[in-house]
């Protein structure tokens, strides 16, 4: 029957209609569902891609450091006298030192010896100290002189027919011997050659006896070297070199002094030398440490006058001694191994109790234990805070002391046999391990090995601080910086952004939703509508311009008016208001239509008496100067509390009045004119007003009284990019889509409830309160939510307006980092697949979490809101 | 058919006293020239029978005119309603009545292009003057809607809600209050143990008895119905019909209906409006048995509208 039409020529219209859609329509339907689907999925994908792509960069970050067997070395000849052993770049040559004063360089691919060279006055040698960078040294004599130089691999490159010349002729990426060192062909076909350099300085007389002990570092203005001569006399010398900047002459200073510790009574019983003696980056210190853990600090910033500055035991378990010592990259913290397998990271802190002499106190910041073996020898890497820890049982560790993991162990010697050597090379990418009669080489795959959950979101201790932080600095200016990687601040920053955002705008944003569809009418809502929203339209940059040039300036200008302004304008909006109500009835209704333009008039209102008032109030609760004032430096903690308590003195008056006067208004109102009544309500009004004000001071007098300052926490010092000013610039920006979705959720609110409610007399104020807000109470909360959303990823107000200080504070006055403005102003200078870049991409991925977890919890509101609404 | 008569109702506006006022009561039988000419513009005199004078008026309309944007939908009004009684306002769709019963309570003020003319008064009280506080006014009334529209809120607060509004805080007078409304609504008993539970849980017909015990809970000088049974059952509609009859001598009720024999069954007094004029009002029982006109026997009996 399909496609005939009995009734053809019949029929009602006098056509007939085909039973079957048309073939054109089937195919244009199919394209259309397809081009939707995909369209949809696309979408879904689009969203799902950069969410993957995010966690793609980002998940590096947490994978398993590796060390893989690289390679088996001959040592060539005992190890017998050898004391330091370091490694090129590619670890394919390690010099030797030796007690004797020879160094040997060898070939790490077959062990043989390429080159061999000697100290001056070798056999005399009798103390000696090596940089861990790996190119200066410190050497003591016997008869009380020092010799400082380099000593260290050094890099040139050489002409290719030289190296063929010399019947060598290395495939790209190898290296051979050449010379007195080792050629590498580079990638670039560039011939790179490396040889020993070892250049010594004049000695240096610095004691009368044998030295045994040395050390030397160099500071920004010369070299310093510290010295333990046999008689227990710690001698320092300071070597300063100061070009003339016009005769371009160097000019060499020498001075120094020398402690007796034996006089001093601090040598142990015995008169035995301490196993190390350490000199601090910065000269400042230097340390004495004994093998059964005691460690003395003498004070060197004076280098002419050492004096003893504290001591600690650094194995305080009786009977157990401390087996090895280095100093970290910076020679700051001291990593300390120990023969309970322990490896322990200690470094000087501003001393608590301040009775030490330079103010310091050497603390145990990291403690890592786990191999139940005695350390051997420590290796501070140069770049960065790992360690390569081996043990006597033949364990070699890498460690990352700041954030306290072990990130992988190997069996050394797979004999059992101790760890006495180990070496990093100086790019963190080989690991050199020596025992007795044999070396290997690891390739150390451990990119990021700073980066741990714990790292992420715990407290971390870096060095120098005083107790465990959470701490976002990502670069600085030294080398021996460790850039700290927390996101906590970040993500307090997020908050801190939104929340006073939301302060700001969300009131006013609601507020303005609630007047335009329960107030305003109908003819001015749909075009105030779409004005509040062509705010949305505004590009943030050139609101972050604005906040940053010319709001934020303003504000430190006006510091106490703006802050009266807070009180004044809702003072002269609700003063206005009552005045209205003394008008006679008559006037009242006829004028109806100008109290919007009454109300206006408010703002000018309150703004003035907040400049009438401004510095009255800067002069009696701030000391006159509220910059000052808030820096803790003039004034008490009265004006402060004051500035707190109002606004809860406010709610309280507020709620007292609600409770108690309405009702004894209400009743004692009947029988009176409403003139009288409008008359009463102003006298209350002014005297709330005044009760509130004068229970903020009552209240702040008290916490002041207590000796409770308010400065610290909400308050503190002023700086011109602030919270407060993204706060407001920031919830000016998130008004539109408040105010939209807010307006939507209200207008939604069907129309026969509000009849409802007018209908029993309800005032529109009233019916807003009790019926419409309720009502659309979830869809409200959803437009806070995608407000709060929007206040998360902003990102270019925050930048140009919060002054960008990753830091951890309430105060309103200072500024802040967001993840997002954090991720903008790093992401052009990480280097790519960098620790930090991948920290940015996780700094993106939280944002993405934490937007995508706002946005679906207010879609689920939403949707909930809709299907009760269908309700209704 | 629609479109027409809406075009001709335009041209009305062009000249809102028309000249050719015809008084076609005279000439009984002439139903269709009489609708005819209400359709054309003509003002007809309504029918306006002694009975409704009887009893002493609660709300007074005169010469009540009103205009949407620049469409005229209510055409000179005059018409007591009785003190004490249902009065039934009954016409085909589109003749004015809700407008009417929307305009007592002035909520056709929320919108926008609604222009009147002419006055009430309730209880001599002038509804429409210049100094009259609308919020004052709503408050001496209680309407019930066609569509049952409870609050989002528990069943005790829905009833309270003008007290609440009033800011009554005393919860006995609250509770009170409560169960005689809803008493007097007849949905006490259905309801008494879950006041606390929400209003929106309970089905169609104790809803729209919900708002007429909200309605009640006012003490309104006069109660306004708009077509309360048209979106429910036959069986709650009875309870509501039961309900009605039970608030007549205590309520004024002025109820619009679309349904003759709810009109028949529960009014004391019906007026039948056409196009926004009234056609003729008269005691019940008059308009159902001996219509003076023709076309509100046509009408009642079903043979138009």
Request: with cysteine; net charge neutral; glycine share 10%.
């Amino acid at each position: 029957m399909a496609g005939e039409n009995r009734n053809a020529g019949n029929g009602f219209t006098g056509r007939r209609r085909l039973r079957k859609p048309k073939a054109t329509v089937v195919v244009a339907d199919r394209v259309a569902r397809s081009v939707i689907t995909l369209g949809g999925i696309g979408g879904i994908g689009a969203v799902s891609l950069v969410g993957l792509f995010l966690v793609y960069v980002a998940a590096p970050l947490f994978l398993p450091s590796r060390l893989d067997a690289e390679r088996a070395v001959a040592t060539g000849e005992p190890p017998a006298g050898v004391v330091h052993v370091a490694v090129d770049e590619s670890a394919t040559m390690a010099w030797a030192f030796h007690r004797d004063g020879s160094v040997l360089v060898r070939d790490l691919r077959d062990g043989r010896t390429i080159h061999r060279l000697r100290v001056p006055d070798g056999p005399s040698l009798t103390c000696w100290s090596f940089s861990l960078e790996g190119d200066r040294c410190a050497l003591g004599y016997a008869d009380g002189s020092v010799r400082l130089g380099t000593l260290g691999f050094a890099t040139e490159y050489v002409d290719a027919d030289d190296v063929r010349a010399a019947g060598r002729e290395p495939a790209i990426g190898e290296a051979v011997p050449f010379r007195r060192g080792m050629v590498e062909r580079t990638p670039e076909d560039q011939f790179r050659y490396r040889e020993i350099v070892l250049a010594l300085g004049e000695p240096l007389v610095l004691a009368a006896g044998t030295l045994v002990r040395i050390d030397q570092s160099r500071g920004p203005g010369g070299s310093l070297v510290a010295a333990l001569d046999v008689e227990g006399r710690l001698h320092v010398g300071e070597r300063r070199e100061r070009r003339n900047l016009l005769t371009g002459e160097l000019a060499t200073q020498v001075r120094g002094g020398s402690l007796d510790l034996r006089a001093a009574g601090l040598l142990p019983a015995g008169g035995i030398a301490p196993s190390h003696l350490l000199l601090t980056g910065l000269g400042d210190n230097v340390m004495l440490a004994w093998p059964d853990g005691r460690l003395l600090r003498v004070d060197t910033t004076d280098p002419a006058d050492p004096q003893p500055a504290g001591e600690v035991d650094l194995v305080p378990e009786a009977g157990r001694r401390l087996t090895a010592i280095a100093f970290q990259s910076g020679k700051a913290s001291l990593v300390t191994g120990d023969d309970l397998g322990r490896v322990r990271v200690w470094f000087r802190v501003k001393d608590p109790e301040g009775d030490s002499r330079d103010g310091t106190a050497l603390v145990l910041a990291h403690d890592l234990s786990g191999i139940p073996a005695v350390a051997t020898a420590i290796t501070p890497s140069v770049r960065t805070r790992m360690v390569a820890v081996g043990f006597a049982d033949g364990t070699a560790a890498l460690y990352h002391l700041t954030s306290e993991r072990r990130l992988v162990t190997v069996d050394a010697t797979g004999d059992g046999e101790p760890v006495e050597f180990l070496a990093l090379a100086p790019r963190d990418d080989l690991l050199y391990a020596q025992t007795g009669g044999a070396a290997r080489i690891w390739r150390i795959v451990a990119p990021h090995p700073e980066a741990s959950w714990r790292a992420l979101a715990g407290k971390i201790w870096y060095e120098g601080y005083g107790g465990p932080a959470w701490i976002w600095q990502s670069s600085a200016a030294t080398d021996s910086f460790e850039p700290k990687y927390s996101l906590m601040p970040l993500v307090f920053g997020t908050l801190k952004a939104t929340f006073y955002s939301l302060l700001f705008g969300l009131p006013l944003a609601w507020l303005a939703a609630l007047y335009t569809s329960e107030f305003l009418a109908p003819g001015a809502r749909s075009r105030v509508k779409p004005v509040i929203e062509s705010m949305a339209s505004l590009p943030s940059v050139v609101l972050g311009f604005l906040a940053a040039l010319v709001f934020a300036p303003a504000l430190e200008r006006w510091v106490p008016e703006s802050l009266t302004a807070v009180v004044t304008i809702p003072f002269a909006f609700l003063l206005g208001a009552h005045l209205w109500q003394l008008l006679p009835r008559e006037i009242m209704l006829r004028r109806s239509r100008c109290r919007l333009g009454g109300m206006v008039l408010g703002l000018p209102a309150g703004l003035w008496l907040a400049f009438a008032l401004g510095p009255t109030v800067e002069r009696t609760l701030f000391a006159g100067d509220i910059t000052a004032w808030l820096a803790g430096q003039v004034g008490e903690g009265t004006g402060g509390w004051m500035l707190l308590l109002l606004p809860l003195s406010a709610v309280a008056v507020v709620a007292a009045n609600v409770q108690i006067v309405d009702g004894w208004l209400r009743n004692s109102s009947t029988g009176r004119t409403a003139r009288e009544v409008a008359l009463l309500d102003l006298l209350r009004f002014l005297l709330s007003s005044a009760l509130a004000v004068a229970l903020a001071w009552g209240g702040a007098s008290l916490f002041a009284a207590m000796a409770l300052d308010p400065r610290g926490g909400f308050l503190d010092t002023y700086v011109q990019r602030n919270a407060l000013v993204v706060g407001m610039v920031m919830g000016f920006a998130i008004i539109p889509i408040i105010y939209t979705i807010s307006e939507d959720a209200l207008a939604a609110v069907p129309g026969h409830l509000r009849a409802a409610s007018l209908g029993a007399g309800a005032t529109p104020w009233q019916t807003a309160l009790r019926v419409v807000v309720p009502t659309a109470l979830s869809g409200l909360f959803s437009a806070m939510m995608i407000g709060l959303g929007r206040a998360v990823g902003e990102t270019m107000i925050v930048l140009m307006a919060a002054g960008n200080t990753p830091i951890m504070e309430w105060n309103v006055f200072n500024g802040f980092r967001t993840l997002s403005a954090n991720v903008a102003v790093e992401m052009p200078e990480a280097v790519q697949n960098s620790t930090h870049y991948r920290m940015l991409f996780l700094a993106a991925l939280t944002l993405f979490v934490l937007t995508f977890l706002l946005n679906t919890v207010a879609e689920a509101v939403r949707t909930r809101f809709r299907r009760k609404s269908l309700q209704l | 058919m629609r479109e027409k008569r809406d075009m001709e109702t335009q041209s009305i506006v062009t000249r809102p006293s028309p000249p050719d006022a015809v008084d076609l009561r005279r000439r009984p039988g002439s139903g269709e020239n009489r609708l005819a000419a209400i359709a054309a513009g003509a003002a007809v005199p309504a029918d306006i029978h002694a009975g409704v004078f009887a009893s002493p008026a609660v709300l007074d309309i005169e010469n009540f005119n009103l205009w949407y944007g620049q469409k005229q939908a209510l055409f000179d009004l005059t018409l007591p309603i009785p003190r004490g009684k249902v009065t039934a306002l009954i016409g085909p769709s589109g003749c004015g009545k809700s407008t009417l019963l929307r305009s007592v309570n002035r909520l056709n003020d929320l919108i926008d292009s609604v222009r009147i003319e002419g006055d009430m008064r309730l209880n001599g009280d002038s509804i429409y003057g210049r100094s009259v506080d609308v919020i004052e006014l709503r408050r001496r009334m209680g309407m019930v809607f066609q569509k049952s529209n409870p609050f989002p809120m528990s069943i005790f607060e829905n009833v309270v809600y003008p007290l609440r509004i009033d800011g009554e805080r005393n919860r006995n007078v609250l509770q009170e209050v409560c169960e005689r409304s809803l008493r007097g609504a007849a949905l006490w008993d259905e309801v008494r143990d879950r006041l606390g539970e929400s209003a929106l849980g309970l089905s169609g017909g104790q809803q729209q008895r919900l708002c007429i015990a909200r309605a009640i809970a006012a003490e309104p000088e006069v109660l306004l119905m708009d077509e309360p049974c048209s979106a429910l059952d036959p069986i709650a509609t009875a309870k509501i019909e039961e309900l009605i009859a039970a608030l007549r001598g205590e309520y004024s009720i002025l109820i619009v209906t679309h349904n003759m024999q709810q009109a028949s069954r529960v009014s004391d007094d019906t007026a039948f409006m056409y196009l926004g004029r009234l056609i003729e009002y008269g005691p019940t029982v008059e308009i159902f048995t001996r219509p003076h006109l023709r076309e509100t026997e046509d009408y009642i009996t079903g043979r138009f509208g």
